[in-house]
């Protein structure tokens, strides 16, 4: 079934894929529309890239953070003193 649908989605790229590369637009260079839509696309790359930046700066930061809680603990169980429990020997007899 999985084979079929890939199959038939492979069929229709492939005979549509002329149509793909026929964009008023983006054939003709020097044309107003295109010179237009340059600062657009620029805009939405460079919103992208802060969106993303924020999303990554996110967990820098958090990782950050937990290497500071990480270490503070550290250094609290270095400071508190260790309680030593009672050794019990249990002998089995058989």
């Given at each position: 079934m999985k084979c079929?649908?890939?199959g038939s989605v492979g069929l229709l790229l492939?005979?549509?894929i002329d149509k793909a590369f026929s964009c008023g637009i983006c054939s003709v260079p020097n044309s107003p529309a295109t010179k237009g839509m340059l600062?657009?696309?620029l805009f939405l790359l460079g919103l992208l890239g802060l969106v993303f930046g924020?999303?990554?700066?996110?967990?820098i930061k958090m990782n950050?953070?937990?290497a500071a809680l990480e270490r503070e603990r550290q250094a609290e169980d270095a400071t508190k003193p260790q309680e030593t429990s009672p050794?019990?020997?249990?002998e089995r007899g058989i």
């Open positions: 079929g649908i890939f492939a005979l549509t600062p657009a696309v924020l999303f990554i700066s996110f967990f950050r953070k937990e050794q019990f020997s249990v």
